[in-house]
Each structure stands twice: as structure tokens, then as C-alpha cells.
T-cell receptor, first 112, second 114 residues
């Protein structure tokens, strides 16, 4: 089975830094994605981690610890346009095909 | 490049009616999938396909059928709509089905079943 936990909502201030955590329990872990989804729109890719450590991409960074079943997404220099849902998704292996299983998402509100 | 195209964007059905949500991609992706998104539930995998002629069930397949006769198209059929199928449906594709490929999502189809 699998269980992915993220906070439901977070609030942060423009220009600040925010960290969105994701913990997971899954059999056959094969990697983890973060997607961004603005209200009424499709999810779009942010980051992918398969090895332990930090992946940095501009203002966004993602960290993975496989032994702890833990990831976080770090957003720096927050902008109003970063207000969105952030979806943690785990690649669950085993069987004929790997499957991508999503958490319920964290709704981030950036305030002036 | 159009990417992943879903139609219709909005649909209202009565209980018991049938319909097909269309999905087409022009990226020559092998892997295609359908998700539904409900408040507080996140995205849940309905059905997926790793190539033409091959389909398999995801987490919540009941009440839905799919087929993959071509690489480009992956329609989702609701045989007898129920209010529990009211949701936003997303089609997504990736180059391969190993899970490590980035998914490209369609814009979504909002379905209401009365």
C-alpha cells in the first residue's frame, strides 16, 4: 500500500521562504515528483528526486531522504504568482509497470 | 505542439447516461493515463496504457473503460454515469511508462452528473 502526507494549507509572505513537507510510506519506492497546480489549471512539473539530497532549480529546490521517507519543496523569494497547490507524487514500483501516486496537495497562499 | 488535448472541457450528464472523454497527444508518447481529482482526495489514477493495444487498471477503475487503438488517442468511457463520478478528469502522458518520466497533463474536463 501507500500513504502520502502533506499539510493541507500553508500561508507565507511575499519575498519570504517556505518549506512544504511530504512524508510517504510505500512499497517499491522508485522516486518522487513535485508538481505545481494553479486553481482551475493542469498540474505542471517542478522537480524530480530519485537519490538522496537536494536538487536546486532557480527559486525552487527539492530534497529527498529515502531512508526517512521524507521530501520537501523549498520556495525562495516568494512571489504572488506562487500561490497554488503543490502536489507530492511518489513512483511506486513493482508489478508490470511503475505507478505515480499523488498526495492530496498543499494549498499555498502568498500574501503581500 | 498542442501537447495533450482533452475534450470536452465541461459536461453535464444525467445519472445513467454514457459518454466518452477524449484525449489526444501529439508528442509520440508511449504512456497515457487518466486521473480524477476530487477535493481532499488528490489525483487518483483510473486507467493507464503503456502503448497501443495495452491498457491496465489504476486505483479507481470501476465504472470506467478505456482503449488504446493508436499511440495518439486514449479515450475514457463512462458506461452509466453516477453522481459519484462528478469530478475533474485529467489525461496525462509521458514518453515511457517507467514512472520516472515527467507527465504532461491536459487542461482537464469538468464533469457533473446529476
Amino acid at each position: 500500500g501507500q500513504n502520502i502526507d502533506q499539510p493541507t494549507e500553508m500561508t507565507a509572505t511575499e519575498g519570504a521562504i517556505v518549506q512544504i513537507n511530504c512524508t510517504y510510506q510505500t512499497s517499491g519506492f522508485n522516486g518522487l515528483f513535485w508538481y505545481q497546480q494553479h486553481a482551475g489549471e493542469a498540474p505542471t512539473f517542478l522537480s524530480y528526486n530519485v537519490l538522496d539530497g537536494l536538487e536546486e532549480k532557480g527559486r525552487f529546490s527539492s530534497f529527498l531522504s529515502r531512508s526517512k521517507g521524507y521530501s520537501y519543496l523549498l520556495l525562495k523569494e516568494l512571489q504572488m504568482k506562487d500561490s497554488a497547490s503543490y502536489l507530492c507524487a511518489v513512483i511506486r514500483g513493482g508489478g508490470a509497470t511503475n505507478k505515480l501516486i499523488f498526495g492530496t496537495g498543499t494549498l499555498l497562499a502568498v500574501q503581500p | 505542439n498542442a501537447g495533450v488535448t482533452q475534450t470536452p472541457k465541461f459536461q453535464v450528464l444525467k445519472t445513467g447516461q454514457s459518454m466518452t472523454l477524449q484525449c489526444a497527444q501529439d508528442m509520440n508518447h508511449e504512456y497515457m493515463s487518466w486521473y480524477r481529482q476530487d477535493p481532499g482526495m488528490g489525483l487518483r489514477l483510473i486507467h493507464y496504457s503503456v502503448g497501443a493495444g495495452i491498457t491496465d487498471q489504476g486505483e479507481v477503475p470501476n465504472g470506467y473503460n478505456v482503449s488504446r487503438s493508436t499511440t495518439e488517442d486514449f479515450p475514457l468511457r463512462l458506461l452509466s454515469a453516477a453522481p459519484s463520478q462528478t469530478s475533474v478528469y485529467f489525461c496525462a502522458s509521458s514518453a515511457q511508462g517507467d514512472g520516472a518520466n515527467v507527465l504532461t497533463f491536459g487542461a482537464g474536463s469538468r464533469l457533473t452528473v446529476l
